[in-house]
């Protein structure tokens, strides 16, 4: 039987690094993207560990160019299929809303949200012409919850909630579903080295400088809490195997009891909560 083939954005680092590892350790034909190759040594060795190399073929994709996904679909057109879309490229703006210039939103949005876009546009029609398929998009716990001094990202992930839930009912009668993944906090660099902070929000000067302050010794201290990226990895690929997968994954410790106390206490009492955590 011909192997199926799943295409990963954002595959050089984090979770897509994962996931391609452990789709092409299932046997999946992965098609790994990244916008720099001269980043992908991390993924060749492993995979090259692994003994899954063979299963691997490394592709320069820019999410937010146009050329580069119609590259991307001369590509696919050579391949010939593609059976499983997973959008996960992305990087975490952050910063305090009074500070972050509207060309740092857009940047946000043209990565996490647009970026998602284009990438599907492109795959769609190969997937409707093999009459199935599946997307799975990576949202993240701030695709339901709004943290302070990150609304780029949380804005971004908000927004692709709302899309996905559109395309699911778009492409049902294809038979595509469409699943959103919301990690809660993993070992991954989305709060390091993908985390880009507005300039003004760090400054000694900024109103808020003490408050960001706050936020990252947060989000460092906790660090050592953070789950294992490869038990995400592996639970997308079993959910990648169903026949009926739900809209929905939350995955983490703590995540789902987070959104659901979110979801159901008084937004007074939710508000207390964040600002006595943070301080």
Do not use: C
């Amino acid at each position: 039987m011909e192997k199926k083939v799943v295409l990963i954005t954002g595959a050089n680092s984090g979770f897509g690094k994962w996931m391609a590892l452990e789709f092409a350790k299932a046997n999946y034909t992965v098609i790994a993207s990244m916008r720099d190759r001269n980043k992908s040594k991390p993924l060749i060795d492993i995979a090259t560990k692994m003994g899954v190399m063979s299963n691997i073929e490394i592709i320069i994709l820019d999410i937010t160019s146009d050329k580069s996904v119609e590259n991307l679909t001369l590509y696919l057109q050579e391949f010939g299929r593609v059976d499983l879309l997973i959008n996960n490229a992305g990087y975490a703006g952050a910063g305090f809303s009074e500070e972050i210039p509207i060309q740092e939103y857009q940047l946000q949005m043209d990565t996490n949200f647009f970026g998602t876009i284009r990438v599907t546009q492109a795959v769609l029609p190969f997937m409707r012409k093999q009459g199935q398929g599946m997307i799975i998009n990576m949202s993240s716990i701030s695709g339901e919850i709004g943290f302070p001094g990150m609304s780029p990202y949380v804005s971004s992930k908000f927004a692709l909630e709302g899309w996905s839930e559109s395309l699911r009912l778009e492409l049902a009668p294809f038979s595509i579903p469409v699943i959103l993944i919301e990690p809660g906090s993993f070992q991954t660099n989305i709060w390091t080295t993908g985390k880009k902070v507005t300039e003004k929000s760090t400054l000694a000067t900024s109103p808020y400088f003490t408050y960001m302050n706050q936020l990252d010794t947060y989000l460092q201290k906790n660090r050592h809490k953070d789950g294992d990226p490869r038990e995400l990895a592996r639970k997308v690929v079993a959910i990648a195997q169903k026949k009926q997968p739900k809209m929905r994954y939350v995955v983490g410790k703590g995540t789902k009891s987070t959104i659901l106390v979110k979801r159901i206490i008084p937004w007074k009492w939710w508000e207390k909560i964040v600002l006595f955590i943070l301080k």
